[in-house]
């Protein structure tokens, strides 16, 4: 055999694996997103800005009134302008809402199949323990970016119903176009699915220590919650900065102008790390786990 016969050897094998990999990821993604429980999820998450617009519509009775601010305070600029329900509702839903149903999706990404006894059929696939957790964390992520722009979508689309649109005045007071806003209400969106990257990883960790979709599920959650009282606590505040969840409203700041950028990049900043370091050990725990089920 020549050395241009043995060079060319390893192309179809790369192209075997590249494809193995490429239908595993499609089939985790349509698996995730045609499931009962994620469609229940996203609608759920796509009716609260609604029940808050029409809450406000109903308090407020359509007149305009209130200042600018950050946080809940975006409720007040919702009579002035309905793109202000997409801030207010990603402020609403991003500390509780999201990210339960993204501890619901990643909790069930590994223990989900191992209880369903179909986790052992898909390592029979020759694709591999790490690009089959690649693709399952992929997966988790996809659903971060959807879900988020599911809140995102439908509070655009209940605030122009609602509420008239226009210029946006910002955080510092200055005024910008109606397109400048949207970008900003769509970069809005990137930032927050960036910001449950690395809880998903967490997720996907807790994953694949148990057998019990349910058990993750719910230990996942309760971490969440765990972490979230702890970020309230003032005798703790020096262990803060590193809590996941401590940035995630950081996303206000690109509604100033100029845009701050020191705790947006504290925020995915941290979001790396913990991506890191769990994504690591979801690995080192998947890849030396005994599948007996």
């Known amino acids: 055999m020549s050395q241009a ?23 985790e993604l349509v698996t995730t997103l045609r ?6 999820l996203l609608g759920v998450l796509a009716a609260v800005p609604v029940l808050i617009g029409i809450a406000v519509r109903i308090e407020t009775g359509g007149g305009g009134r209130g200042g600018p601010g950050g946080g809940p305070a975006f409720l007040s600029q919702v009579t002035n302008n309905g793109l202000f329900l997409v801030f207010a509702a990603l402020s609403a839903t991003l500390p509780v809402f999201l990210p339960m149903a993204v501890g619901v999706i990643a909790g069930d990404s590994v223990a989900g199949e191992a209880s369903g006894g179909t986790l052992r059929y898909l390592l029979v696939a020759p694709a591999g323990r790490t690009r089959l957790l690649l693709a399952k964390y992929a997966s988790v992520l996809v659903f971060c970016l959807v879900a988020t722009v ?7 689309a209940a605030g122009a119903l609602l509420f008239p649109v226009g210029e946006v005045t910002t955080i510092s007071g200055t005024r910008i176009g109606f397109g400048e806003g949207l970008l900003r ?22 994953s694949t220590l148990t057998n019990s979709g349910i058990a ?11 972490v979230q ?17 401590h940035y995630w409203l950081s996303f206000t700041d690109l509604l100033r102008d100029p845009v701050y950028w020191d705790e947006l990049v504290r925020n995915l900043g941290l979001q790396v790390v913990y991506a890191g370091v769990f994504g690591s050990a979801a690995w080192a725990r998947f890849t030396t786990k005994d599948i007996t089920v």
């Not at 016969?5 to 089939?27: Q, V, Y």
């Not at 009282?229 to 969840?245: E, N």
């Open 150 to 156: 599911v809140v995102a979508v439908s509070a655009l």
């Open 185 to 206: 209400a769509g970069l809005i969106a990137v930032v927050v699915a960036l910001s449950l990257t690395g809880f998903a990883a967490l997720g996907l960790f807790v």
């Open 5 to 27: 016969e043995l060079t060319a050897l390893p192309a179809p094998r790369a192209a075997r694996r590249a494809l193995w990999t490429f239908g595993i990821l499609r089939s």
């Open 216 to 226: 993750a599920m719910a230990a996942t959650v309760g971490v969440l919650i765990t």
């Open 229 to 245: 009282i702890l970020d309230t606590m003032p005798q703790l505040d020096g262990i803060h900065p590193y809590l996941f969840p």
């Open 35 to 40: 499931r009962g429980r994620t469609l229940a």
